[in-house]
Nanobody, 124 residues
Framework: QVLLTESGGGLVQAGGSLRLSCAAS????????MGWFRQAPGKDREFVAAINWNGDNTDYADSVKGRFTISRDNAKNTVYLQMNSLKAGDTADYYCAARINAPLATAPGAYDYWGQGTQVTVSS
């Protein structure tokens, strides 16, 4: 069992920045591919970004490329999502997810464990 705990959400004005963190339990964090997803009210959960076990391979949704950066610190069992130039359309609940011993993936169903989410609201 892997427990994931997100933090760092909040209310920010358009154009502002936030950094989300996701802390993972367990001794094998470095084996996990990690992803960030988001879900706005009334919409399906969508892929935002993913990072492989050592951070040398990442993937982003087109809607966030150039604005968001995913990174990880395996010594701290933590993955981050730096969000810059935020837009009202980025408003959603943000979730981190873990995929065990597997490559990057964009489909929510490909991930094995999920956090409870953190809310991000961008005011225009």
């Amino acid at each position: 069992q892997v427990l994931l705990t997100e933090s760092g959400g909040g209310l920010v004005q358009a154009g502002g920045s936030l950094r989300l963190s996701c802390a993972a339990s367990g001794r094998f964090f470095s084996r996990y591919t990690m992803g960030w997803f988001r879900q706005a009210p009334g919409k399906d959960r969508e892929f935002v970004a993913a990072i492989n076990w050592n951070g040398d391979n990442t993937d982003y949704a087109d809607s966030v490329k150039g604005r968001f950066t995913i990174s990880r610190d395996n010594a701290k069992n933590t993955v981050y999502l730096q969000m810059n130039s935020l837009k009202a359309g980025d408003t959603a609940d943000y979730y981190c997810a873990a995929r065990i011993n597997a490559p990057l993936a964009t489909a929510p169903g490909a991930y094995d464990y999920w956090g409870q989410g953190t809310q991000v609201t961008v005011s225009s």
